[in-house]
């Protein structure tokens, strides 16, 4: 793999098309301040970092937004487009950018392990698969499905179940012997042949091939009537009617007895609530959501960053992934799942028959969960943000402050509405900062509050872009008003890299540090949404003031000067420079400007050079 190769400037076409190698690797957009905002892998680097950089009317939203922060370019080449797979997901774990899907749920599924090539094998919990040589029966929904399901198959089956990784020597057998839930290999009281079709019985239960283990066990029934073992044929009955109450339990969802998991994806708004059902052997043994936030983003693109890095994490891969979106980046992915998996793997989106069946049974639970989230889950949500923030009531309305300039010239304020988490349009304000001057950030944000708290309703919490100085400068506007009206108040500030920070901060009155927040904490998330929702309303209005100042020329500030007579003025002197040195009776000579006219231009120039 090469070393990574750091582009200083902002990117530049005709620059890249001759540097970018026309191989495979990852590519990491990143920010002014060297922050990776995006990650991507590519079977060209050349071709795929190239078809970043067109006109952003023929971008996708969201990547033309991600462009227009993008000034730098880091890229790693690989051997191979399956290994430039697997190191994207690895950098999008260890960089979590902004614009990539990003899957936080890092939890690993447990599995039941059986190592079929030690002598006297046992069953134990695991939540990492090895290409070990053991099977790996799962994932299990939860971890109580996996104690429940190895609790079943101690109680039916008399397998080992001392926890030594190697067979303990034992002069004589534990009470498990004692109590018929073992055979006390440790003592050799039973054949390691014996011990194997003990262990042969447990992975047909396991593989979900219960109907072969019944027969079986029912042959083995009968013989031992046959030959008077009249209590080993009980023990074999009871076993058999242990495995048919658990067989009528299960769900049968394919004829085809296949390993398949099924994937869908329901989308509100910027929320993506996506729906993993596993299918074993034909059977429906257990499901898992996840909840995503992706704005601008598309169904398709939070499953194809879904599939990159669900699977990247020891999870068990089926030889068939049914999904509920189609995806671009389907071969490549295939691709990458094969060699991890060591077998072919589909990734089909049907259209028809049985495996259609399954994906809209997927939605369907998708789209059930992510309506049931709404406003319960909302509620839940303002009642964690107060019990995390310590605040004195749960912020039904919050509202975000930001302010915009440059170099302290055309600076705005703004101020975005949420309600119960979500956007609220009719909440949003935009205002001139007019009182301050020059470079002040605390000055700009006290002008805006002092403005914003002259209206009415006010929120339950004031959200503040910036550190501890922006909080103490709303928070002594706040503390003027009476305790009954004042909003209470926090501010959010963005990690520092160089200090090892890696993750926004939250501060809160009367704390010197700021909270430790997680990550991927619900309330650091919904702040952050609601920062960069500010932000980026402060920003669009202060550019909008910007062009329009630089549209307009010191012409207009002149009365009687329209479209026309500009016109003629800047066709007949080379710039507004040449305008204001111009004398009257100069002027007065051009149609369309008497000498009362001129005579205030000139007035006017000569006013503004005093």
């Keep these: ?71 730098g370019l880091d890229y790693l080449l690989t051997s191979t487009e399956k290994e430039a797979f697997i190191l994207e997901g690895n950098l999008i774990k260890k ?25 006297y094998p046992r069953l134990n919990i695991v939540r990492k698969i090895k290409k070990d040589g053991a099977l790996y029966f799962g994932p299990f ?49 039973i054949s390691i042949s014996d011990y194997k079709e003990i262990v042969h019985q447990v992975r047909f239960f396991l593989e979900g091939r219960n109907r072969e283990l019944i027969e079986q066990l029912r042959r083995k029934m009968v013989e031992a ?27 049968v969802v394919s004829p085809k007895m296949e390993d398949q998991d099924v994937v869908a994806v329901s989308e509100k708004e910027d929320l993506y609530q ?16 996840y909840v995503l936030r992706h704005p601008g983003g598309t169904a398709s693109e939070v499953m194809e960053g879904f599939l990159k890095q669900y699977y990247l994490r020891d999870a068990f891969i ?28 589909a990734i089909q989106t049907p259209l028809r028959g049985e ?61 975005v509405s949420f309600v119960d988490g979500l956007s609220h349009l009719a909440g949003y304000r935009n205002y001139k900062i007019t009182a301050v001057e020059g470079i002040d950030d605390y000055g700009m944000m006290t002008e805006l509050i002092e403005r914003r708290v002259k209206k009415s309703p006010l929120p339950q919490l004031f959200l503040v872009d910036g550190g501890k100085g922006h909080l103490s400068a709303v928070k002594r506007v706040l ?73 307009e020329s010191e012409l207009d500030r002149i009365p009687g000067i329209g479209k026309k007579r500009k016109k003629a003025l800047l066709a007949n002197f080379e710039d507004i420079a040449a305008v204001a040195a111009a004398s009257a009776d100069d002027l007065a000579r051009l149609p369309g400007i008497n000498r009362a006219l001129a005579h205030e231009i000139v007035h006017f120039f000569r006013k503004n050079r005093e």
């Excluded at 009537?225 to 769900?251: C, N």
């Design 479 to 551: 503390d003027k008003l009476p305790v009954s009206r004042a909003p209470e108040v926090i501010s959010i500030a963005k990690p520092v890299e160089n200090r090892g920070e890696k993750s926004d901060k939250i501060y809160v009155p009367g704390r010197k540090n700021p909270m430790g927040l997680r990550g991927d904490h619900p309330v650091l998330l919904l702040m952050m949404r609601i920062r960069d929702e500010a932000h980026r309303r402060a920003v669009t209005y202060h550019r909008r003031l910007r062009a329009k100042t630089m549209r």
């Design 318 to 345: 089926p030889k068939c992934i049914l999904i509920s979106e189609a995806i671009a980046d389907l071969h490549s992915i295939s691709d990458g799942l094969s060699a991890l998996r060591g077998h072919k793997v």
């Design 225 to 251: 009537g046959e030959q008077l073992e009249f209590e080993h044929a009980a023990k074999i009955r009871d076993q058999i009617k242990a495995i048919e109450k658990t067989v009528e339990r299960q769900h």
């Design 355 to 415: 495996k259609r069946r399954l994906v809209r049974m997927a939605v369907a639970n998708a789209e059930n969960l992510l309506n049931s989230r709404s406003e319960n889950q909302r509620a839940d949500l303002m009642d964690l943000v107060r019990s995390t923030l310590n605040l004195k009531r749960s912020p039904k309305r919050i509202e975000g402050l930001d302010i915009s300039n440059l170099n302290g010239d055309e600076a705005v304020g703004s101020v």
């Design 141 to 189: 929904s939860s971890a109580n499905a996996v104690r429940s399901t190895l609790k079943f198959i101690e109680r039916v089956f008399p397998i080992r179940k001392c926890t030594s990784k190697g067979l303990p020597k034992r002069t004589r057998p534990c009470l498990n012997y004692e109590m018929d839930k073992c055979l006390a290999p440790c003592t050799q009281k």
């Design 95 to 119: 960089h979590i950018p902004r614009y990539n899907v990003v899957l936080r749920d890092d939890k690993r599924y447990p599995c039941l392990r059986l190592d079929i090539n030690a002598p």
């Design 274 to 289: 996506l729906v993993v059902l596993f299918v074993r052997k034909g059977a429906l043994v257990g499901s898992r959501d």
């Design 1 to 71: 793999m090469d070393q990574a190769v750091h582009l200083q400037h902002d990117l530049d076409l005709v620059r890249l098309r001759h540097t970018l190698p026309d191989k495979p690797g990852v590519y990491l957009f990143k920010d002014p301040t060297g922050r990776v905002i995006y990650v991507g892998k590519a079977k060209s680097l050349r071709k795929r970092v190239l078809s970043y950089l067109r006109s952003p009317a023929n971008l996708p939203h969201k990547t033309a937004r991600m462009m227009t922060r993008a000034s």
